[in-house]
């Protein structure tokens, strides 16, 4: 383990990136995620269908295609650029692509909260006046939401942890598996107890959110 | 009949599939008068109830208020609804929302009222219906009884031309449903025009001005309470009631 201790400014190094791709992606996925129930609900059509064939495609592919696409399609091959420095290009790269497939889960989450909304929530606020988009905006969408909190602590969990395909899919963002990987390769650290160090790590991020989650959805739990 | 009619459906016909629902209605109602709409169950006078504000479409026929159609969508249906108060069967308070916040949406989002001014109105209207003590509490906090209450006001803080209730008191208890009737019977004598679908005959024949009386998706007899409840004109009204008043 004493090995693991002496390279601790890298593992702490590679996880403060897990954190700021967790961080972004996760603002992005939820705003994103919103706008694509928005639509999946809306009234006109050609939203609604962009939004269904957008999150069946991307939630049914692998994360790491999304990446790759991300990172050699549009990054390497046409050359767009983020950022001046490498480091930061491909970390937006990787977090574009981290969002645009967790965004379906959120999207898919927050459907199915809708879907436990009484239809008379929706016919009060029409009845009142409000519009489409208010009434999804004030009524509907945070009742949803707090009926899914839990399903999202889910899909924030499953992001922190997909933050390690980063490194692979051809964007080597300097994320806490990657360093491990590198630690590895060049034979500064034994095997098991950096496993073990990093295993460690990552529970620590994971472990307290799925806590704060099922502390939140109960709280804000909405009693009908 | 009054001169201004407020709400007016010409040969109105509506569809579920197979189900003819509505069969040619035609119903005027004057600006401050209380129609009650009884019948048996299925006999379509709760979805007569949605169409006046469109919260269910028509297959034929029109609808006016204050001699204008019912626009098909968007903005314009919006600022109809606003003008039309809807009480509901189940309630259908807005469960995250307090029961101030209940009343105030409506005015702040729609009529954009500022928010004193609109909280100042809630406050007289839970006065009105007797339950300011409940000002901060969430629905599911209230009884069915008080939370029909508060629906009232919120719908009474847009102030309608009208308000439409679709079964008020079916879905309460019955040591709740007088407190209920009470308030509507203030609202029916302080002029407000109201179009109630109710098995309450009581209320009926104390607060009505006019009884509609439909089966199988027609208007079948319309007259005074007094009229129908003591002489019911057709065989149908006569079977509903002999059914009804006996038990």
Redesign the interface.
């Known amino acids: 383990m004493e090995a693991f201790f002496d390279n601790i400014d890298r593992v702490i190094d590679g996880f403060s990136w897990t954190v700021r791709l967790t961080l972004f992606s996760a603002l992005f996925s939820f705003l994103l995620g919103v706008l694509l129930t928005a639509m999946r609900v809306s009234?006109v059509a050609l939203l609604r269908g962009v939004s269904t064939v957008y999150v069946e495609t991307v939630r049914n592919s692998p994360l790491t295609l999304v990446l790759l696409f991300c990172g050699l399609g549009l990054n390497s091959a046409l050359g767009l650029s983020l950022s001046g420095t490498v480091a930061w290009d491909v970390f937006w790269w990787a977090v574009i692509g981290l969002s645009a497939y967790t965004s379906c889960f959120v999207s898919e989450s927050l459907r199915s909260g809708i879907n436990t909304i009484?239809l008379?929530?929706a016919?009060?606020?029409?009845?009142?006046?409000?519009?489409f988009t208010?009434s999804l905006r004030?009524?509907i969408i945070?009742?949803a939401l707090?009926t899914v909190i839990g399903p999202l602590g889910s899909v924030l969990i499953a992001l922190i942890k997909n933050t390690t395909v980063a490194s692979v899919a051809g964007l080597g963002v300097q994320e806490a598996s990657r360093q491990m990987k590198l630690m590895f390769d060049q034979g500064i650290a034994p095997v098991l107890p950096t496993f073990v160090g990093f295993a460690i790590g990552f529970l620590v991020l994971t472990l307290p959110v799925g806590y704060l989650f099922s502390w939140l959805s109960k709280r804000m739990a909405?009693?009908? | 009949m009054a001169a201004t009619p407020l709400v007016v459906l010409e040969n109105v016909n509506k569809h579920f599939g197979e189900l003819h629902v509505l069969r040619d209605i035609n119903l005027s109602v004057a600006a401050g008068e209380v129609v009650v709409v009884i019948g048996p169950s299925g006999s379509g006078k709760s979805t007569l109830c949605r169409t006046i504000?469109r919260?269910e479409t028509i297959d034929s026929g029109r609808i006016l208020l204050d001699g204008q159609p019912l626009p098909a969508?968007g903005?314009a249906l919006?600022?109809?609804?606003?003008?039309?108060?809807?009480v509901?069967q189940?309630?259908?308070?807005?469960?995250?929302k307090t029961v101030l916040e209940n009343i105030t949406?409506?005015p702040t989002?729609?009529l954009k009222v500022p928010k004193a001014e609109a909280t100042l109105r809630a406050w007289e209207l839970l006065e009105r219906v007797r339950i300011t003590e409940q000002a901060k509490k969430?629905p599911?906090?209230l009884s069915g009884g008080q939370q029909q209450r508060v629906a009232i006001a919120?719908a009474l803080a847009?102030n309608p031309k009208v308000i439409l209730f679709d079964e008020p008191t079916s879905a309460l208890d019955p040591e709740m449903v007088q407190e209920v009737l009470d308030v509507m019977t203030d609202l029916a004598s302080e002029g407000m025009t109201m179009i109630v679908v109710t098995h309450e005959m009581g209320f009926a024949r104390r607060a009505a001005d006019r009884v509609v009386f439909m089966a199988d998706g027609q208007i079948v007899e319309e007259n005074t309470p007094d009229e129908f409840f003591t002489s019911p004109r057709t065989e149908r009204a006569r079977d509903f009631l002999s059914k009804i008043l006996t038990h």
Request: no cysteine; net charge positive; hydrophobic share 40%.
């Open positions: 009234p009484p008379g929530q016919e009060a606020a029409r009845a009142l006046g409000l519009t208010q004030l009524i945070p009742q707090r909405v009693a009908r | 504000n919260l969508e903005r919006a600022r109809l609804r606003s003008d039309v108060g809807m509901f189940s309630f259908n308070l807005f469960s995250h949406l409506g989002k729609v969430y599911a906090q919120r847009m």
